[in-house]
């Protein structure tokens, strides 16, 4: 099974990153492929900007890696509430290019954040949102307090009640 996982940040040491890295390798027999939105960095979405370049490559290569996996684990970063500017974009410039982004694939929706809401305004919008951008969200999960609660050294949430509930949340994705 093919796990496309990504952190909705463009931070080089994104905790939704690491979030995301972490809860993909808890699938069993899984080939993860963790994506880095640097690597798809665009200039800002706009109507003109679209009509003067088109459809840019990093578009279409983010919107095929979505389409090889056969689960997304995606951990959205909140910055003012909101999602972050890194992925906004690509998911803008993605949407023009095909509607249903995340291509009715199986999806793990996460968040996390230094403060103990753990992203959840962010997640309340992602979760009422990116159903219509093709999004077939399983679960979700937020981590409060990663900072708390996340080894960064080990790379693993270090808080058994909350390592124990994303493992739960794993297991519905049985196939």
């Not at 056969?70 to 509430?81: C, D, F, P, R, W």
């Not at 909101?82 to 023009?96: E, Q, T």
């Not at 990116?130 to 790379?155: C, H, M, Q, W």
Request: one cysteine or more; hydrophobic letters at 40%.
């Amino acid at each position: 099974m093919k796990i496309i996982a990504f952190g909705g940040s463009n931070s080089h040491s994104s905790i939704n990153k690491k979030l995301a890295t972490y809860v993909a390798h808890l699938f069993e027999n899984a080939d993860i492929e963790v994506l880095d939105l640097n690597d798809y960095a665009l200039p800002v979405f706009s109507v003109d900007l679209e009509k003067e370049i088109g459809h840019p490559k990093q578009a279409a290569d983010f919107l095929e890696k979505i389409g090889s996996a056969q689960i997304l684990v995606v951990s959205l970063a909140e910055n003012n509430g909101n999602y972050s500017v890194a992925f906004k974009n690509i998911f803008d410039w993605c949407s023009r290019k095909h509607k249903d982004v995340f291509q009715d694939k199986p999806l793990l929706l996460m968040a996390t954040s230094p403060g103990g809401r753990g992203g959840a305004s962010v997640l309340e919008i992602a979760k009422n949102n990116l159903p219509r951008y093709g999004a077939n969200i399983i679960a979700t999960f937020s981590l409060p307090s990663f900072y708390e609660n996340f080894d960064v050294d080990k790379d693993q949430i270090s808080n058994p009640l909350y390592d124990n509930q994303v493992k739960d949340v794993v297991k519905e994705f049985a196939f």
